[in-house]
Structures are given as C-alpha cells and as structure tokens.
C-alpha cells in the first residue's frame, strides 16, 4: 500500500527537517545587506511563512504517516531475511492476483464501514452544525476508501513500468501524485473519525427526550404464559 517502509519513511522525513531548520535559520540570521529589497520581500514574505508552516504541521503529519507505514510494514511482511530461522509473524508471500485484490478488499470495507455511520443521516442533533458535520464526515470517510483504491491501482500498474527508461519521467510523476494524495485523503479520513467520534461525545449532552423513557425489559424477552383455569 505504501511505496516505502516506516524505516526508510524516517530516515527521509529526519533530512527533510533538518533541511528545514537549516533553511529558517539561514533566512532569520542571514545579513540584510547580503541580499536585494526584493530579495529580503521573497525570503520574509514567501519562504519564511511556507517553512514554518511545514515545521508547524510536521509533527502531526510525521505521527500519523509514520504509524500508518508502520502498521503496512507489518501487514506487507514478504521477505525472509537470510539464515533465518522462522518466518515473521505476520509472513505472507505475495500471489500473482494479490495487488488489485487487496485494493478492491480494503475499499469494500471501507465504504461499508463508512456506510454504516451514513444511518444517521436523519437522526436527530442538537444542532444543525453538528448535523452537518455528521454528514460530511460520514460521506468523507464512505468516499475516501473508494477514492484511495482507484490511486493505489494506478499507482502499482504505473509501478510495473519502472524498466521502461522512455516512461520513467511518467512514472515519477504518477508516483509522486500518488503519495500526495494518498497523504491528503489520509489527513481527512482521520480528521473525519475525529469529527465523528467528537460527535458521538457531544451528543450525550442533550439526548433526546426517547432516550429518557422507561423501558420495560420483561416484554422484551420471550417467555411462556401459563393460564389459571382455578
């Protein structure tokens, strides 16, 4: 699912910041008189806000993208490391039809387990605020496993051409795509259970007033009557 593991995820976003803080220093402590008015404007104005931006956001980004390779690690565990022993865990070996059914797999899931909170669409909140974050949210979390299926296909059909030197320039390009969107829809899938989880929190503050009715649980469940003919 991912194209790289959580080790190799690390190790490129442990640079990435670094280059970063090396960028906002350089910006913040760099003489005036080294650089144009222009120049200062583009590097105050443009880059300083962009950097801290990305410095501000990394964490969470870093968190989420790191667990997620983390727990694909786990799941995608192919390899037999030499003179080993045993099989890991979790070892399944790949199958020729096991790429884009394991896409279609994970979506189906996905949409019915969005689906389902789609139920309430109708129920009653407490306020329409909160009515239509429920709904947004139960359609993003619906929409984005269908979505991530369609890119992931792309994304490893694109893959099987890597040889091919004519297409490599496509291939990056796809491939980066990918991973871009791939980290968006996984932004919004989390912030969407976020909401609904939120939600249901926020809704036991102001039940509605069925929720306040006796019930009596002895005609819920079945049982024989016996008649007195006495």
């Known amino acids: 699912m991912f194209p790289f593991t959580a080790t190799q995820f690390r190790r490129n976003n442990t640079q990435f910041l670094k280059e970063l803080l090396i ?80 896409f279609v ?32 949210a139960s359609v993003a979390i619906t929409v984005i496993p269908f979505v991530s299926m369609l890119i992931m296909m792309i994304s490893f059909m694109v893959s099987k051409m890597r040889g091919n030197k004519e297409l490599s320039s496509i291939v990056n390009v796809v491939t980066g795509a990918a991973i871009t969107f791939g980290t968006l829809q996984l932004f919004l899938y989390v912030l969407a259970r976020l909401v609904l989880l939120g939600q249901a929190a926020a809704s036991l ?9 006796e019930i009596n649980w002895i005609k819920l469940f079945p ?3 016996s008649s007195d003919n006495a």
């Open 23 to 102: 960028e906002i220093f350089d910006i913040t402590r760099s003489p005036c008189k080294d650089h144009s008015f222009w120049t200062l404007v583009f590097r105050w104005f443009f880059m300083l806000p962009i950097c801290l931006t990305f410095l501000g956001f990394f964490p969470i980004y870093f968190v989420i993208v790191y667990i997620f390779a983390s727990l694909n690690d786990i799941v995608d565990t192919v390899d037999v490391l030499p003179r080993a022993t045993h099989v890991p865990i979790f070892y399944a070996p790949r199958t020729k039809g096991e790429g884009v059914f394991r």
């Open 223 to 225: 049982h024989v009557a």
């Open 205 to 213: 503050r102001a039940p509605p007033s069925s929720a306040f009715q």
């Open 105 to 136: 797999i994970f979506a189906i899931f996905g949409v019915v387990f969005g689906g389902l909170h789609c139920i309430g669409w109708h129920f009653a909140y407490p306020t329409l605020m909160e009515r239509t974050l429920w709904r947004a």
